[in-house]
């Protein structure tokens, strides 16, 4: 099955600074990925997605880039401010031996974003 | 606003009580999920349904009950609780069930067994 990690519990920025969260996957075949943010008494709220067709994707001050070869992916928020501060999944749907979903998706375990004014 | 509704958003019974969970999705999807979030653990899928028919029960005890009437609406009837089902659980909705496909969750229900 997949499984999804993430390489900082914890991350605190300065507002105004870039911060870049991170993720490693470990099924090869992955071909999609997903970033949510999940604000405090809130369900998850989807950010943005890749597939693996890319490296790069951007939206509003967010940027995800995606490295095949390693299974790394990041997510990265430009000029962050105090309302970014949430815990931050990624989710990988598992994809199972014909290549085909049901729409399980693996989450990482979150990295929580601490902005300071 | 996120398109999809829980309700209640907060419940609190005893292990002998019997109750149940509302979602309701206004997006037009054809898919919807139950998950459950607990603190300190990643969120653990609990069933899938495609066009009202479960696709997935991902070896959920029995106490959990899902029912799907259409694409628009899933509960969770709940019997016979053990204290350690304390926990937040969301409910998703997608287009379809395929790869490629981001769920969008509503807010959760907040479940706490006495």
């Known amino acids: 099955g997949e499984s999804v990690g993430l390489h900082l519990p914890t991350l605190s920025v300065q507002e105004g600074d870039n911060s870049i969260i991170n993720c490693a996957y470990s099924?090869?075949?992955?071909?999609?990925f997903i970033w949510y943010k999940q604000e405090s008494g809130k369900g998850p709220q989807f950010i943005i997605d890749?597939?693996?067709?890319?490296d790069k994707r951007q939206g509003q001050r967010v940027t995800v880039l995606l490295n095949k070869t390693v299974k790394h992916l990041s997510l990265q928020i430009a000029a962050t401010q105090p309302g970014d501060s949430a815990v931050y999944f990624c989710?990988?749907?598992?994809?199972?031996?014909?290549?085909?979903?049901?729409?399980?998706?693996?989450f990482g375990q979150g990295t929580i974003l601490t902005v300071h004014p | 606003e996120t398109g999809v509704t829980q309700t209640p958003r907060h419940l609190v019974m005893g292990m002998t009580n019997k109750k149940s969970l509302k979602c309701e999705q206004h997006?037009?999807?054809?898919?919807m999920y139950w998950y459950k979030q607990s603190a300190k653990k990643p969120l653990e899928l609990m069933f899938v349904?495609?066009?009202?028919?479960?696709?997935e029960n991902n070896s959920v005890p029995s106490r959990f009950s899902p029912e799907c009437p259409n694409s628009s609406h899933l509960f969770l009837h709940l019997h016979t609780l053990q204290p350690e089902d304390s926990a937040l659980y969301l409910c998703?909705?997608?287009?379809?069930?395929?790869?490629?496909?981001?769920?969008?969750f509503g807010d959760g229900t907040r479940l706490s067994i006495l």
């Open positions: 890749i597939r693996s067709n890319m």
């Open positions: 349904y495609s066009l009202e028919e479960r696709v």
């Open positions: 989710a990988v749907p598992e994809v199972n031996a014909g290549g085909t979903s049901y729409g399980k998706l693996t």
């Open positions: 099924n090869s075949a992955s071909d999609y």
């Open positions: 997006l037009g999807h054809n898919a």
């Open positions: 998703a909705s997608s287009l379809r069930t395929g790869s490629n496909q981001p769920q969008h």
